[in-house]
């Protein structure tokens, strides 16, 4: 046959139904969807407990010797890659509010590395910071002043500190004061990400040279949501790491019961004189095109839904779902032409007493 005969004839079939590519286009798109979905969800649920761990303050890693901390040395490891910020703290005499007398309010003086652990960036104008369950409870806000017993004490700052999340609830009831970093601190704190136990060595350099690394302890901030981050090594374990294969197969399982209900056509061809070259070309241009319209449609639609349901992780999963489409419409083209290459002539009464 040459060529345009085997584009009209492949065509024909597709516009009468006799290729079957309307509900295999259906079945292919579904196989896609679910894959693809199946990938987007689990990676979801992982992103999701990541944001978790951090807003908790789970990434935090805290070195504390008692005036063991060069908060210099610690300030300075924020140039560290994995390390995203880091900061020392030292607590201090506690301040007495002029409005509570009676109550004494514990204090720490902290760095400028610290305010960035905080979130609070290092553009600041003096004055203290308070954590916003604290000024809840005062009733002020950014700008407002404390009286206290060490003289005005402007509010530069409220930060963000849950106290029902699990993380160590000190600075959650307590004023942070600035500091240039000058004699030593009791803490170094470090938020790094991803998280992981094998940046505590690297933090222990922030401890002076007077201090054994023995003495020192590295834990989370906090403790509830485990120890370390293990959502890399999930993601690595993934059962849906599996989905472009999975897609495969299905799309060849696809092709072949396709290719199935045909077999008693693709005898009938070869008995009335078509060749198992013409034929193969034949199914060839289908399922190309059912196949691939089926991925086209298929994958559109996961990538749009990615988009606008998980629109943070959806372009680091845009090649994985290209991927799938892909592999997944080969499969239902494999699985076609392997039905279509191996059915024979000699079996066509054997077919047509099967037929359903």
């Not at 590395?113 to 002020?140: D, M, Y």
């Not at 999340?165 to 009831?173: E, I, P």
């Not at 060595?201 to 002076?208: A, K």
Request: net charge negative; charged share 15%; aromatic share 8%.
């Amino acid at each position: 046959m040459r060529t345009t005969v085997v584009l009209l004839e492949a065509w024909r079939n597709l516009q009468s139904g006799t290729s079957k590519g309307g509900w295999l286009s259906v079945a292919l798109i579904m196989a896609i969807s679910l894959v693809s979905c199946a990938e987007l969800w689990t990676v979801s649920a992982l992103d999701n407990r990541a944001h978790d761990y951090r807003t908790a303050g789970a990434s935090i890693r805290v070195l504390k010797v008692e005036a063991g901390i060069d908060p210099k040395q610690c300030d300075a490891l924020s140039g560290t890659s994995g390390i995203l910020s880091a900061g020392a703290m030292k607590a201090v005499a506690p301040i007495h509010i002029l409005s509570l007398p009676g109550v004494s309010t514990p204090a720490f003086e902290t760095t400028l590395g610290f305010q960035e652990v905080l979130g609070l960036g290092t553009a600041l104008e003096s004055g203290v910071f308070i954590s916003e369950p604290l000024a809840n409870r005062w009733k002020i806000r950014h700008g407002d002043i404390l009286e206290s017993d060490q003289g005005p004490l402007p509010v530069a700052a409220v930060f963000p500190y849950p106290e029902d999340d699990g993380r160590d609830s000190r600075l959650a009831n307590a004023v942070l004061l600035p500091s240039l970093g000058s004699g030593p601190s009791d803490e170094c704190w470090a938020d790094v990400w991803p998280s992981t136990a094998g940046f505590d060595s690297v933090i222990r350099t922030s401890q002076g040279t007077a201090q054994g690394e023995a003495s020192a302890s590295v834990s989370t901030l906090n403790p509830t949501l485990g120890l370390v981050f293990t959502g890399a090594d999930e993601y690595q374990n993934r059962v849906t790491r599996y989905a472009a294969a999975i897609s495969a197969c299905l799309g060849f399982a696809i092709g072949l019961l396709g290719g199935a209900r045909r077999r008693l056509e693709y005898a009938s061809s070869l008995h009335a004189g078509v060749t198992s070259g013409d034929l193969a070309r034949i199914t060839l241009v289908e399922a190309t095109i059912w196949a691939g319209a089926a991925g086209a449609v298929a994958t559109a639609g996961v990538v749009l839904g990615a988009h606008f349901w998980a629109p943070l992780i959806a372009d680091a999963l845009y090649t994985q779902f290209l991927t799938i489409g892909m592999l997944s419409g080969l499969g239902a083209i494999t699985g076609s032409l392997f039905i279509a290459t191996h059915s024979r002539e000699s079996r066509l009464f054997v077919y047509f007493r099967e037929r359903s």
